[in-house]
């Protein structure tokens, strides 16, 4: 038996952000993140909807890029004084992350962190408060999934949260609040958006209700996050909309490696944070490679390909056309090819070499690790990373 869990509601679309009137409760608290929402009235018109459906509204501001430990235990605070019946969020992923991880301790301030890193281990919610997120950018898709990633920073590794009573109850996709991205946001949540979808189609927890989400999502994706990055309007709504059919799909079908990747590298060099979408993006190409050793997932990608309608004819034509796909995709969107050219060198390849171990062995302890389409050993990890920092070939 497989489940497969969306909001009870999504509106989208212009004007969707107006749903919020439709809200019944009596307090709701909104968790924002750095700025930008209310730097562009966006923070401004969901306060007002709110109070229009006669709520009480009690912010929480300042969630910054890669959400804390210590900033979820503040805001559950701030809610266990407030008591609100809804958690409602607008912004990036972080804030929503944020939020998610807030909510459980908000209903169950008894529960550990440890014991929500444990993968499908929350606690029922809903006992006191249903959740809202609004989506200011087109990637992480956060509003229609069973995922939320927080950062330890004392341990400087990110812990990706992961059980179905995190999928928010209502999620609100207006393309209004995507049109404020700056380019490189553009840039790195689109590609983010496409290593969900691609992940998710050669997940070993792919099925029929996911696989549908996850082409399209891709087809979309390649066709509208250059112009988008580009300034293009309605490639922005489009891809608004491609990033949340990624997030049903790999919300249901799980991700793989490059996740593993990105969420143990992210945090872990003191140069400075490797950003989530920029770190999928760099590896992707890598991780296909490696994958497509094995014939059922090279048969997977190859169906990507044809889907896009790539030239090639076998199994490796085909992956290698969609391989050069996504190089030309990062060429075109400015982003480098390996970490060791990530923001002018940042990473020390020195520190990188040092904590190639531990990091590797992290990576292959991660959530998204078991639904890969091929099994990594930490050595094999080690190899890949170091594929990733140099931009060498995966022949292994």
């Keep these: 038996m497989a489940r497969f869990t969306l909001p009870r509601d999504l ?78 969020s607008i912004g990036g992923g972080s804030p929503i992350d944020a939020a998610k991880a807030m909510w459980a301790f908000y209903e169950h301030p008894d529960t550990t962190f440890e014991d929500l890193c444990v993968p499908f281990n929350f606690p029922k919610l809903r006992t006191k408060a249903k959740f809202c997120a609004i989506p200011s950018t087109s990637g992480t898709a956060t509003e229609v999934t069973a995922f939320s990633v927080i950062t330890d920073y004392n341990k400087g590794v990110k ?31 689109g590609m983010d958006a496409m290593t969900h979808a691609i992940e998710a189609y050669v997940s070993t927890m792919h ?76 590896y992707l190409p890598k991780v296909i490679k490696y994958n497509a050793a094995e014939p059922a997932a090279a048969a997977r990608y190859a169906e990507i390909a044809c889907f896009l309608r790539l030239p090639g004819v076998t199994n490796d034509e085909l992956v290698d056309a969609l391989i050069a796909r996504i190089k030309d995709m990062n060429a075109k969107l400015n982003i480098p090819t390996c970490i060791k050219d990530y923001e002018g060198g940042i990473i020390n390849e020195a520190e990188f070499m040092e904590k190639l171990p531990q990091v590797a062995e992290l990576a292959v302890g991660d959530a998204c690790t078991g639904s890969n389409p091929r099994a990594v050993t930490p050595d094999q990890m080690a190899k890949l990373l170091k594929c990733c920092f140099y931009d060498e070939e995966v022949d292994f």
């Excluded at 979309?220 to 990055?229: D, G």
């Excluded at 490696?257 to 944070?273: L, W």
């Design 159 to 189: 812990y990706p949260l992961a059980d179905f009573e995190i999928t928010p109850d209502v999620a609100i996709v207006d393309p209004a609040l995507a049109e404020t991205m700056p380019q490189k946001l553009t840039a790195h949540t």
């Design 11 to 88: 509106y989208h679309g212009e004007g969707a952000l107006e749903a919020l009137k439709g809200l019944e409760g009596k307090r709701a608290f909104v968790v924002v993140g750095g700025g930008s929402m209310k730097r562009f009235g966006f923070l401004d018109k969901t306060v007002s909807y709110l109070e229009e459906a006669g709520m009480e509204v009690r912010l929480f501001e300042g969630v910054e890029p890669d959400p804390s430990v210590e900033t979820v235990l503040k805001g559950a605070s701030a809610m266990v004084q407030f008591q609100p019946d809804w958690i409602v």
């Design 207 to 282: 099925c029929d209700y996911t696989d549908p989400l996850a082409l399209h999502a891709i087809k979309m994706v390649s066709e509208y996050l250059v112009p988008s990055y580009n300034g293009d309007k309605e490639a922005r709504a489009k891809m608004h909309n491609a990033q949340c059919l990624a997030g049903m799909a790999f919300s249901n079908a799980l991700l793989g490696i490059v996740h593993s990747m990105a969420h143990k590298t992210g945090a872990a060099y003191s140069g400075g944070h490797i950003v989530h979408g920029c770190a999928n993006a760099m």
